[in-house]
């Protein structure tokens, strides 16, 4: 089955320790977006990519980190610099950087 | 600067009932609006898009309306059913950017 997968569903860290957030698309989309939702609010851009090996900062970049090595690849890091880590973050793709994103299901990620 | 906004947080509905979500946008540039369905605890869905040069599109029992005029989107769905409660998103894309900005969401409920 095509689609985005993010694992895992559920992530629980200590607060001080960095997290890699996985993101995986076999749609063969050239772009790929990370989005950070928190309760009762909409989506807020933290990072996108428009071609492998190449990314751009979004709205709340600070206290993440990205990397695009392989086409199908998106996987997020959110660093200890990040102020307030707790929030359910997804990953988006499309086959081109105007196109309809389509979603991954999410991972909720706690930090305490 | 940019927003995208929505009149209404919540909404209930009977459920074989008619329901009309509002969204209202500021962008002017704003080429490409999509509504997305998200249930709890998963990624949102594409549910209908419209571009500006459109004001109606009809899909399977859901129309989306565009008035340029007053900057305003909303959402018909015919005949709403249990299945339908999510929290829906209006989104607008800016002609030049490869972003969408979403808005905070309207939470559909349906009484049986």
């Known amino acids: 089955d095509g689609g985005i997968t993010q694992s895992p569903k559920y992530l629980f860290r200590k607060e001080g320790q960095n997290v890699t957030l996985s993101c995986e698309q076999n749609?063969?989309?050239?772009?790929m977006y990370w989005y950070r939702q928190d309760p009762g609010q909409g989506l807020r851009l933290i990072y996108y990519?428009?071609?492998?090996?190449?990314?751009q900062k979004g709205d709340i970049a600070e206290g993440y980190s990205v990397s695009r090595e392989k086409k199908e690849s998106f996987p997020l890091t959110v660093t200890s610099a990040q102020k307030n880590p707790t929030a359910f973050y997804l990953c988006?793709?499309?086959?081109?950087?105007?196109?309809?994103?389509?979603f991954g299901p999410g991972t909720r990620l706690t930090v305490t | 600067g940019e927003s995208v906004g929505l009149h209404l947080p919540t909404l209930s509905v009977q459920e074989g009932d008619n329901s009309i979500i509002n969204c209202a946008y500021s962008n002017s540039a704003s080429d490409y609006f999509i509504w997305y369905k998200q249930e709890s605890g998963k990624g949102p869905q594409f549910i209908i898009d419209i571009r500006s040069n459109m004001d109606k599109r009809q899909g399977q029992r859901v129309t989306v309306l565009l008035n340029k005029t007053v900057k305003h989107l909303s959402l018909q769905i015919a005949a709403t059913q249990p299945g339908d409660s999510a929290v829906y998103f209006c989104?607008?894309?800016?002609?030049?950017?490869?972003?969408?900005?979403f808005g905070s969401g309207t939470r559909l409920s349906i009484r049986p």
């Open positions: 988006a793709s499309s086959i081109s950087p105007d196109g309809e994103q389509y």
């Open positions: 990519s428009q071609i492998v090996n190449d990314f």
């Open positions: 989104a607008e894309r800016d002609s030049s950017a490869s972003k969408i900005i």
């Open positions: 749609l063969n989309h050239d772009a």
